[in-house]
């Protein structure tokens, strides 16, 4: 940067120096015109009308005495040399100055057209070529000790200082290099090969600067023809990102300002008018910004299905899980697996923590308890994708003891309901009183269950118009009932064994004319308004533990279809069942579990609703990452033994 006495007219005298000017300007001060060949003034020595400065302050220009001859001496070094890293002033300037930001950087590309991919001329720009430009180099090193004890004057080839590589300084060197630096005009020479030019002050120098600084960068009038330069681009380099992440659009200045943006993420631009907007439907159902809108949904559910799992498996209250519940959970039938997970269980295993955590590591991190709640030995689990936590309401809890004995919790019901973006769902999870002829037993428990679970609390019904109070099935859009119902086939073991044994396929339609549940729900005395999927599966109940055969201890209990899973919907068609199974892999209870896989139609909603808030267990969803982390290193470790295990030396 230029002394400020280099700037004046002529018969003008010299205001006082400004100490603020970084040494660094040295070379630009005592460059001649651009093009003139002129040497460059020597260190230390000034013209005759101006007194010469201390080493390090910037000397008058030799503008004013353009026949006076420069010659070279060499600058002593300081007294007493310094044995740490002195802080330069150029230093100090770069820590004051103001970068533009990118959005600066898009509008003055924008204005100036200019476009570092062009080719490359950053990398051509030495001293020479900026102090051709008029424009100040920044200073070469840290400390006085660096200053060489020869400087060879440049010449017009636009040739640069022996040495000029090695005293770059750090700072010069490392911070600088994200930037982008300013193009090189027409008819400058490229420094010579491993040069490392310095890297040129941004325009906006001047914002940082004194006054007397600022005067010292006005325009001179011999250099008023000179062509506008572009602004140096400051573009911060990813460096950290590796180099296989893309740049971002923002960071290009060949790129107008309205398409910056990211081309490499999937959410979906927001115009600026559109948040600028006021309008009424803001959060209703009508509004486009809603967070449960119908441009949200659509986004995530083009179709407006969203994929269900739905199970239900008596444990018999035994201890020992499973070793794998992937047959379960992930059934070789499906190609996706679904959106949402809800598991019931009845007579559950004394470790309910355990069990939740085995779900979670069956499921991956994908997914996330969204919730989960108990009631005795009933329990329930609410897996979700964890892309879709933000859409859930807060998700509410009852239960109702169905045994005369409250405090014994075996017998009941336990219910979670919550609403999806505009669609509420109701999940029940029922055991029914046990015995053969005990039908009226279990009639009195459904009816007790839907008058007695208080649900929703807080959150709205969707359709108050079509709700009972008498009924909480009808207070919710979809309603999944499923659990041990103990409903029974009646005739005998002797007639459901005679179907079981038929050679070819077993007749299920023969099975099911014998199930009590089916003729009370033809009688309409229980589960009204609710369907089942078509059964093609073999009764769930009972087994010999371990084995694939039917009870055979003393009591020769009848095989049946004790396990269920029942839906109903406030719209005709809503719900699409897909799968309906049991898994006869898990034989660790008498009871093989039963699942469905179902389609349901969700609808848009407003925001006027508590929402969840993406709040989900988090040290459950921990533990079963690091479990499942852990299993798969133990096996890898297994395999590695395996094949060391087969390799033979022969001596």
């Not at 982390?629 to 390799?647: C, F, Y």
Request: glycine letters at 8%.
């Amino acid at each position: 940067m230029p002394s400020k006495s280099a700037c004046l007219r002529p018969g003008e005298r010299p205001g006082p120096t400004d100490e603020a000017t970084p040494p660094g300007r040295l070379l630009s001060a005592r460059q001649g015109p651009a093009g003139s060949g002129a040497p460059a003034a020597p260190l230390g020595q000034g013209s005759e009308e101006s007194p010469a400065p201390p080493l390090g302050v910037p000397a008058p220009a030799g503008s004013q005495d353009p026949q006076a001859e420069a010659k070279p001496v060499t600058p002593q070094p300081p007294m007493k040399p310094r044995l740490e890293r002195a802080l330069s002033l150029d230093d100090k300037a770069w820590r004051r100055r103001r970068f533009p930001t990118s959005q600066e950087d898009l509008s003055a590309a924008e204005r100036d057209g200019a476009s570092p991919s062009a080719g490359s001329p950053h990398q051509a720009q030495g001293p020479a070529a900026a102090a051709a430009q008029g424009h100040p180099a920044p200073c070469l090193g840290p400390s006085l000790q660096e200053v060489p004890k020869a400087r060879r004057a440049m010449g017009s080839e636009g040739g640069s200082p022996p040495g000029w590589s090695n005293r770059l300084s750090g700072v010069a060197s490392t911070s600088l290099d994200p930037l982008h630096r300013e193009a090189l005009p027409t008819g400058s020479s490229p420094p010579p090969p491993g040069l490392r030019p310095p890297r040129s002050a941004p325009a906006s120098d001047h914002r940082a600067a004194s006054d007397p600084a600022s005067a010292a960068n006005e325009v001179d009038s011999e250099h008023a023809d000179r062509k506008p330069r572009a602004q140096s681009k400051l573009v911060r380099a990813h460096s950290s990102l590796g180099t296989c992440r893309p740049r971002s659009p923002l960071a290009s200045d060949d790129h107008p300002l309205h398409a910056a943006r990211s081309s490499f993420s999937l959410l979906a631009p927001i115009r600026t008018k559109d948040i600028r907007s006021r309008s009424y439907l803001e959060g209703s159902l009508l509004a486009s910004g809603a967070l449960l809108g119908a441009d949200e949904l659509a986004r995530y559910f083009p179709d407006r299905n969203v994929a269900l799992f739905v199970a239900t498996w008596n444990m018999q209250g035994q201890k020992e899980l499973p070793v794998s519940l992937d047959e379960f959970l992930l059934p070789s039938e499906a190609d996706y697996t679904q959106d949402l997970y809800v598991i019931g269980v009845q007579e559950g295993c004394s470790d309910r923590r355990e069990w939740e955590t085995r779900l979670q590591e069956t499921l991956g991190p994908r997914y996330v308890l969204l919730s989960s709640a108990a009631h005795g030995v009933l329990y329930m689990s609410l897996f979700i994708r964890r892309d879709l936590i933000w859409f859930c309401s807060e998700v509410e809890c009852s239960t109702v003891t169905t045994r005369i004995v409250s405090q014994i919790k075996t017998k009941g019901a336990l219910g979670l309901s919550f609403t999806f973006f505009g669609t509420s769902f109701l999940f029940i999870t029922s055991h029914f009183t046990s015995g053969d002829g005990k039908v009226a037993e279990r009639l009195m428990d459904y009816a007790r269950t839907i008058q007695a679970l208080a649900l929703p609390r807080t959150v709205p019904d969707t359709n108050p118009y079509r709700s009972s109070a008498a009924d909480v099935t009808t207070r919710f859009d979809e309603v999944f009932w499923f659990g041990d119902f103990n409903f029974r086939l009646s005739g005998g073991r002797r007639a459901v064994e005679a179907i079981l044994k038929q050679d070819l396929e077993v007749d299920v339609p023969a099975l099911l004319r014998h199930d009590q549940l089916t003729r009370e729900m033809k009688k309409g005395s229980i589960f009204k308004g609710f369907q089942e999927p078509d059964i093609h599966f073999l009764p769930s109940y009972k087994f010999d533990i371990g084995k694939d055969t039917y009870d055979s201890t003393s009591k020769q209990r009848t095989p049946s279809y004790t396990d269920r899973v029942l839906y109903r919907s406030r719209h005709k068609g809503d719900i699409c069942p897909l799968k309906y199974s049991s898994c006869l892999g898990i034989k660790t209870s008498d009871h093989r579990p039963v699942y469905g896989l179902f389609r349901v139609k969700v609808r848009p909603g407003r925001d006027n609703i508590p929402l969840a808030a993406g709040k989900f267990d988090r040290e459950l969803y921990l533990i079963g990452i690091k479990r499942r982390i852990s299993k798969e290193m133990q096996k890898q470790q297994v395999l590695k033994n395996q094949s060391s295990s087969t390799v033979c030396t022969v001596s």
